[in-house]
């Protein structure tokens, strides 16, 4: 399996407060993505990093903010929760971009109460 | 109109059939194909890589992609149980954004 870690797996919050949700590589790939996984819409890209401090939106940023300080650690934030960023959040690298292939973590499932 | 267009199903076949998973994509720049696969609750993971146009072999799984059509296909031959999963498509233009169909999930009966 990649050396890819997601923190936490599992969490429940409550509406309007600040999330942050943790991705850890041990690849030193490159680039680092996060997307959210819903039904009838697949898999989506929120936001993606390709270097440290370097980063992008992806179809579905709003509400979210990312953060690479580190090769290995890519952080997205939701500053105030809602219930439609209920989800599954999927954390993937890959070590030259979208045309090579991307590993993915095992995912954290949120919950907006 | 989605850019990646991929039935959902849920797609029952019994154990020994040819499966045959499908997308169709609007965007005349992608390159490369992917086919995914996932488990329940588990990550996605690569199964099948292809450039540009042609077909793909490995093992049971055969990848097609249809480029002047812009439809591309996943065949899996003497599907097993351990074959049931979600199925999902991905596509990319370059380095940057890689975007996914919707998934199928698959059901192979014993």
């Known amino acids: 399996d990649a050396g890819i870690t997601q923190s936490p797996r599992h969490k429940v919050t409550e509406t309007g407060t600040p999330v942050t949700l943790r991705c850890h590589q041990t690849e030193n790939h490159r680039y680092m993505y996060w997307y959210r996984q819903d039904p009838g819409h697949g898999l989506r890209l929120i936001h993606y990093s390709y270097g440290v401090k370097d980063t992008d939106k992806g179809e579905v940023s709003d509400g979210y903010s990312v953060s690479r300080s580190k090769t290995e650690d890519f952080l997205l934030t939701l500053e105030s929760a809602t219930s439609s960023q209920t989800s599954v959040y999927f954390c993937a690298i890959s070590k030259q971009g979208a045309d090579t292939e991307a590993f993915f973590g095992q995912g954290t499932r949120l919950t907006v109460v | 109109q989605k850019e990646v267009e991929q039935d959902p199903g849920p797609l029952s076949v019994p154990e020994g059939a040819i499966v045959s998973l499908n997308c169709t994509y609007s965007n005349s720049a992608f390159q490369y194909f992917m086919w995914y696969r996932q488990y329940s609750r588990k990550g996605p993971e690569l199964l099948m890589y292809t450039y540009s146009s042609g077909n793909k072999e490995d093992g049971r799984f055969t990848a097609q992609v249809d480029k002047s059509s812009k439809y591309i296909s996943l065949f899996i031959r003497d599907s097993q149980p351990s074959d049931s999963a979600t199925y999902l498509c991905?596509?990319?233009?370059?380095?940057?954004?890689?975007?996914f169909g919707q998934g199928t999930r698959l059901t192979i009966n014993p």
């Open positions: 991905a596509m990319s233009a370059g380095a940057q954004k890689l975007v």
